[in-house]
């Protein structure tokens, strides 16, 4: 039996019927912007592998930090131990998040960052002796698969199962321009019941909704309004963080800055499992004392694993380099000049364009959600065209690696350029 078939009788793979699906492809390695199949196929991976990889797939500067590290110290306890790539990455990541952020909390992955945030909050309000429990977060968001992070995510076909198993959150509609007053007038409505612990949100991008973008100007009154409320607000910039929207965060965009953010995806460069929540001062001081019952008991096994800072630390050097910051305005760049070629196309619903991020929506005469059947014509046709473009139902998105060049751009829109044409 071949490596597909053992596959098949032996693994469960992520958001993937157990029956009725394509074999996947069989990866043997990777090469910058390239995954490379057992047969040699070369395929450009436009979504940098769900958004993780912004230096390129096996970067030698990435690699050589994990051998190094995993031949010094794998891994140790971070409970009562600490280490140097731990220190460092901590600092590092301080220097570049807004200047309000104070302490740094490692975690796992992008769900667990958002949990971390969760749980920090509420126990923030209970050290303080403040009976603070609800979250705002927004219609549409999608915060990651844990239990904390699936009750502040979108109520819907992805989450109903465990919907007698969430706690309680208010939902504000997504905003746009025509309904921003209500949105707001909603926001404060919450916010007088005196309960809410915190707002929640995905800045600027919510990502897996369908890359749907709004206004940071907004963005910013709900904050200021949160404020006055004395309502925390936590930045989910696990997909919008490090460069994604052409600043190094999404907040970036902001005046007002959040008191937590959760991090993940691109802060090893996409080499190793990791997440992130820091937090200000204020929030901190509220657990400055010795009585362990009102420490944060939360941990991981592999909190702060070595070989996984030693790659974050690594990746933070990559994008401190003005080679990393051209590279995401040509990105940039091409992604508006293509928009703007294709903006008009008969089958075109929209075209968006944030920082390194593309979104086209096609229209559709069925669902239009995450299920629409249209996901079944666009992910195969650009697989066979050796364009890795992963559907959002009934649009697909480019966010590719920093490292992409002009020339592999354009392969990706000629591709799609001749979906367009064979469906004008």
Not at 87 to 102: C, K, R, T
Not at 391 to 419: D, H, K, R
Request: net charge negative; charged share 20%; hydrophobic share 40%.
């Amino acid at each position: 039996m071949n490596w597909v078939g053992r596959d098949k009788v032996s693994v469960w793979h992520p958001f993937t019927p157990l029956k009725g699906v394509d074999d996947p492809l069989m990866i043997k390695r990777a090469e910058g912007v390239y995954l490379i199949t057992e047969d040699d196929r070369k395929i450009i991976d436009a979504i940098s592998s769900w958004w993780v990889n912004i230096h390129g797939h096996a970067h030698p500067e990435i690699t050589k930090a994990i051998a190094e590290q995993a031949a010094s110290l794998e891994h140790v306890i971070f409970a009562g131990f600490t280490h140097q790539p731990a220190i460092e990455l901590a600092e590092n990541l301080l220097s570049i998040l807004p200047s309000n952020q104070h302490k740094i909390f490692y975690s796992d992955n992008g769900s667990t960052a958002v949990e971390v945030a969760l749980k920090m909050v509420i126990q923030y309000w209970y050290n303080k002796g403040t009976q603070k429990n609800k979250f705002i977060a927004i219609d549409g968001a999608y915060h990651g698969d844990t239990f904390g992070s699936m009750s502040v995510g979108e109520r819907g076909d992805f989450t109903r199962p465990f919907f007698n198993h969430l706690f309680e959150v208010e939902f504000i509609d997504f905003p746009t321009p025509s309904n921003l007053n209500e949105v707001k007038k909603q926001f404060v409505e919450y916010l007088n019941t005196g309960e809410i612990a915190a707002f929640i949100f995905e800045p600027l991008v919510q990502g897996a909704a369908g890359m749907r973008m709004y206004d940071a100007s907004f963005l910013d009154e709900l904050i200021t309004v949160a404020r006055e409320h004395n309502v925390l607000c936590i930045a989910d910039e696990v997909m919008t963080g490090f460069g994604r929207t052409g600043k190094l965060f999404a907040s970036d965009y902001l005046v007002n800055k959040p008191d937590i953010f959760c991090l993940s995806k691109g802060l090893t460069g996409g080499a190793l499992a990791m997440g992130v929540t820091s937090c200000t001062k204020e929030i901190e001081d509220a657990f400055q004392t010795p009585e362990l019952k009102k420490a944060f008991l939360h941990g991981h096994s592999y909190t702060a694993n070595p070989m996984a800072c030693a790659a974050a630390n690594a990746s933070f050097k990559l994008l401190q380099k003005p080679k990393c910051a051209k590279g995401i305005e040509l990105i940039h760049q091409c992604h508006l000049n293509f928009a703007d070629s294709i903006k008009n196309k008969n089958i075109v619903k929209e075209v968006r364009v944030l920082g390194t991020i593309l979104a086209l929506e096609f229209k559709s005469d069925d669902d239009t959600s995450y299920f629409s059947e249209m996901r079944n014509q666009l992910y195969p046709f650009f697989i066979s065209r050796n364009v890795l473009l992963r559907p959002l139902g009934n649009l697909i998105y480019i966010l590719p690696p920093y490292i992409i060049t002009e020339q592999q751009l354009n392969q990706v829109y000629s591709a799609i350029t001749e979906f367009l044409t064979e469906h004008a």
